[in-house]
């Protein structure tokens, strides 16, 4: 029984792993009154939308986050309109990779 238990988990777990899912940054400008609360809000919008938060960040207000990739775009978008309602400002964009010198090449 125990090991029917562990290969399920095991599955479940590659499931996750191996799904589609893109990654996000959100970011809220802290001069703003009440942004602690509004950013929890936030988070919890996203763990409701099918959302997993990856990361807080102390250095800036923010987190990173992955969202189920069929339903990134209206994630983003709910949460923006949420932010409007809340009159939060924030910036959300794509996690990607940044190169300092333009692209890979040597430094010449």
Not at 45 to 73: C, D, N, W
Not at 76 to 92: G, N, P, Q
Request: hydrophobic letters at 40%; proline letters at 2%; charged letters at 20%.
């Amino acid at each position: 029984m125990k090991v029917a238990t562990v290969i399920i988990a095991f599955l479940g777990a590659l499931a996750y792993a191996t799904s589609t899912a893109q990654s996000y940054i959100l970011t809220i400008d802290e001069q703003q009154p009440a942004w602690k609360a509004k950013l929890d809000d936030l988070k919890s919008l996203v763990k409701q939308a099918g959302g997993r938060i990856t990361h807080e960040y102390s250095l800036v207000k923010g987190f990173s986050m992955e969202l189920p990739a069929e339903s990134s775009k209206g994630i983003v978008d709910r949460l923006e309109s949420f932010a409007s309602r809340l009159k939060c400002k924030l910036h959300i964009e794509q996690d990607q990779e940044v190169h300092a010198f333009g692209g890979h090449g040597s430094f010449n």
